[in-house]
Every structure is written in structure tokens, then in C-alpha cells.
């Protein structure tokens, strides 16, 4: 029997039954239909600083200067950066197989996992398969690792300055979020007082994120083991985004926070992005260090349960993961890092020669951060007038560090190609030359208001 509901002008439905050529009619008591189409409440909650600030930076390039953009953290923007050969070669592999076309796991193939798993064990961190979930690059890592410690009212403790992502995802989980900060006169040091004053009965996790994005930091083995000795006080696990590590200059080392680790338990997230110079092709992991059982098979199973919300990362990827792992050949890191040193070192010695600017060295990653001395640029209230001035004069565009949560900074991207950088630099050296007032111009432009 067919039925048909059909919508009447009063407070009640009309269905009518389809019987051969005899249709019955019968009231049916309900409310009146409306369209009521509403967004939910976590996509109201889903904010993205950088987002935010970028899109209502509306301001038009000088046309007599081509632009330089400094702002985007993505290696493959100028070309300059491709990855190697042997990385492209395993993705074709992969490809001509034919046996990656279907579904995976939803936390990937079990022989990917163990290849991730053996290439990040150590004596003092072991790993198995069963550690790694792969996931669709380093953000999902984040994203699912976030999920599976903290609940709706919990907070999470965040760096500032810091990667823009842990609040947007924090926030629309309903997860407050406390800030720690990081101590730009000792080169981005958590200052760890700070740190421990935070932590409350609802603190969920730490986020420690090292080598440091926006920072370009690299912190030592000594603080890492200082970082620790708070989160064991407090019972607090970790949650290290590790996706820059092993890019770091070669007068630092690199040392992974769960290597270090007798007791704290951690989720390392990581991935392909940086290091191989990949974002596009989505491939990240979470590695499960907890030596001591603290996570239990809760956190585990959590993990996979969340994993099954979407269906993991690319499998062509994961297909050439083994290959990209263990044919990617040692100059091309070495050649990537020396690259990046020397854009740093470029641009730090020549930002360090302009008044008003102090520039932060960094020691890894692809970011160098600099300070304004607001106070001798009278004409800028913060440091995002600063940096859209800077684009409407010089076709520069540099991040402001509120997007990173704090004032009066502006992060460089030292990826573009040493003769941009170059230019850069010079045109930021202009465009403060023309703008900087000493002490007493400062003055008596306060006074002139």
C-alpha cells in the first residue's frame, strides 16, 4: 500500500492510502512542517585565527613591486623545494601496482604501520605496529589525538606564540584552552612557572610542540627533561606535534620528547608534510609512547574508534611509504636543512641591522620570528597595521603574530628562493627606515596628539 503525506493549511496532516481506486483519508495530529535548517554549534565554535586575520587583511599590493609572500608554511609554493626523486618514484610504484585502489584500515595497513614503527623505535621509545596510527596528515594526528584525551569542559595547555590549529580544533570541541608562554630572550623557552601555575583538576593534556612553529626553536635536551619533570608532578600527559622534527640546523640537536620519557605518557604526531616536503599528500601518524601503561587499552581503542570516523590517510601514499622511508637518500635532507640555514642566517643578520626590528635566531624548522619595537613606530597601534602597511608599500607580505596569539611580532617563512629573500629583506629594511622615529621623534608625535 502506497502512502502519501499532503500538507493541509490547518494544524494537522492529511495521508492518503492508495488502495487500488479507493483512497482513504485519515487526520493525523502533528505540528505544522517549517524549514528550520540551522548550523550546528560546532561549526559555530570553529575559528581559525590566521584565517581570521588573513582574509580581513584586505589591502591592495604596491603595483610597481611584484609580491613576496613570507607567510604561507607550505615548502612547495616556489618550486624551489621539490622533493626527491625517489620519493616521486615510490608514489609511481605505488600507483602502477595496482594494490592500493581500495580501502585501508582505517588506521592503515598493518605493514605501513610497522614500517613507521621501525623507523621511529629506539631502546629508550620502543615502538610495534600496534603504536602507530596513520592518519590523513600531521592535523588529523592532532585532531584525533585531542579527541581521544580531553572531553567538553576540559582545557588543554597551548604555547603562545603557537600553531594557530590546537585552539581552532580545541575550541570546537568545546575544550577551553590556557596559554603558556614561551621566553623569546631564551630563544623560545617555555617559561615552566607559567607552565605548572596553569594545570588544574580539568587540564586534559600539554601541548608541546618542538621543533616550533611559528618560533623556528629547538628545544634541548635539558628543558625537554624539565618539561617532563612537570608534567609527571601533575599527571599530565603530552600531546608533542613533532612534524618538524629532525629539521633542525646542524649546531642542534633533535630529541624526541618520548625518548626522554620514563613515566609521561605521549602522543607524538608527525608526518610526511615538512620533512619530505609533501603537505599535499596527507600523510601523518600518531605514535603511542607509554612505557609505563598509564594510556591503557582505553586510550588505544579510543584512538581506533576515532580513526573510523573517516577512513585514513591516502592509500597510494601509504602504499609508498616503505619505499619514501627508506630510499629517500641522506643529501636530500642535508640539502633541504642547508637551504633553510642559510635563508635564516640571511635574513637574520640583515633584519638584526634594522632599527626598530629584533629578529629571534632560530635553530630548525622553516620559521624565523621578529620583533617590533612598537614604541619607535608611532604610526602602527600593533603589529597587524604594521604588516599590512608593509604590504601596501613593499608588496611584503609577512604573518602578523597575532595569529600566533602574541602582539608585536611578525613571523617569516624561509622557504622562497635566497635571491627573494634577499629582496625581502631589503624592502623591509625600507619600508622601516622610512617609518622608524627615535626616542624623541616618538615622543613628540605623543605630544603632537
Known amino acids: ?24 483519508l485519515r487526520k493525523v495530529k502533528g505540528r505544522k512542517p517549517r524549514w528550520a535548517v540551522r548550523a550546528s554549534e560546532m561549526s559555530k565554535k570553529t575559528f581559525n585565527p590566521i584565517r581570521a586575520i588573513v582574509d580581513t587583511m584586505k589591502v591592495e599590493p604596491n603595483p610597481n613591486k611584484p609580491m613576496i609572500s613570507l607567510s604561507l608554511g607550505d615548502p612547495t609554493v616556489f618550486g624551489n623545494l621539490p622533493t626527491d626523486d625517489e620519493v616521486t618514484q615510490a608514489v609511481k610504484e605505488a ?84 596559554f603558556y608562554n614561551l621566553l623569546p630572550e631564551k630563544a623560545w623557552e617555555i617559561d615552566l612557572k607559567h607552565l605548572e601555575s596553569l594545570v588544574d583538576e580539568k587540564t586534559a593534556c600539554l601541548i608541546v610542540n618542538n621543533p616550533s612553529n611559528p618560533c623556528g626553536s629547538v628545544f634541548s635536551k635539558s628543558h625537554l627533561q624539565k618539561i617532563l ?27 624526541p620528547i618520548a625518548t626522554l620519557s620514563t613515566n609521561v605518557p605521549i602522543l607524538s604526531c608527525g608526518g610526511l608534510a615538512k620533512r619530505w616536503l609533501v603537505p599535499g599528500w596527507r600523510m601523518g601518524w600518531i605514535l603511542v609512547n607509554d612505557r609505563r601503561d598509564i594510556f591503557g587499552k582505553e586510550i588505544r581503542d579510543g584512538l581506533v574508534s576515532l580513526s573510523q570516523r573517516i577512513l585514513g590517510p591516502c592509500t597510494i601514499v601509504q602504499g609508498a611509504l616503505e619505499h619514501i622511508i627508506h630510499r629517500t637518500p641522506p643529501e636530500f635532507y642535508h640539502n633541504t636543512l642547508s637551504f633553510l640555514k ?3 642566517d640571511l635574513c637574520y643578520a640583515a633584519l638584526s641591522a634594522v632599527s626598530g626590528l629584533q629578529p629571534i635566531q632560530p635553530s630548525g624548522a622553516m620559521y624565523l620570528m621578529v620583533g617590533i619595537e612598537m614604541e619607535h613606530f608611532p604610526k602602527f597601534e600593533n603589529d597587524m597595521e604594521f604588516t599590512k602597511q608593509l604590504i601596501s608599500e613593499q608588496s611584503v607580505f609577512c604573518l602578523p603574530a597575532s595569529c600566533f596569539e602574541y602582539p608585536n611580532f611578525f613571523r617569516v617563512v624561509l622557504t622562497v628562493p635566497e635571491e627573494l629573500m634577499v629582496e625581502a629583506c631589503s624592502r623591509i629594511q625600507e619600508f622601516c627606515e622610512r617609518h622608524y622615529q627615535g626616542s624623541e621623534g616618538a615622543q613628540d608625535l605623543e605630544c603632537d596628539k
Open 229 to 255: 619533570a612537570v608534567a609527571s608532578r601533575q599527571c599530565v600527559p603530552i600531546l608533542a606535534d613533532e612534524i618538524y622534527g629532525d629539521m633542525v640546523f646542524a649546531e642542534c640537536k633533535y630529541e
Open 95 to 178: 600507483l602502477d601496482s595496482g594494490n592500493y585502489n581500495g580501502y585501508a584500515p582505517s588506521v592503515g595497513y598493518q605493514s605501513c604501520r610497522q614500517v613507521v614503527a621501525a623507523y621511529y623505535s629506539c631502546p629508550e621509545a620502543p615502538l610495534e605496529a600496534q603504536d602507530v596510527i596513520l592518519t590523513s596528515g600531521c592535523s588529523q594526528a592532532i585532531e584525533l589525538a585531542l579527541a581521544v584525551l580531553a572531553n567538553p569542559g576540559q582545557n588543554i595547555l597551548v604555547p603562545r606564540p603557537g600553531f594557530s590549529l590546537y585552539k581552532t580544533l580545541a575550541l570546537s570541541m568545546g575544550i577551553e584552552v590556557k
Open 1 to 24: 500500500m502506497d502512502s502519501y503525506l499532503i500538507q493541509m493549511n490547518g494544524n494537522s496532516d492529511v495521508h492518503v492510502h492508495r488502495n487500488g481506486n479507493s483512497p482513504s
Open 342 to 344: 642559510s635563508n635564516a
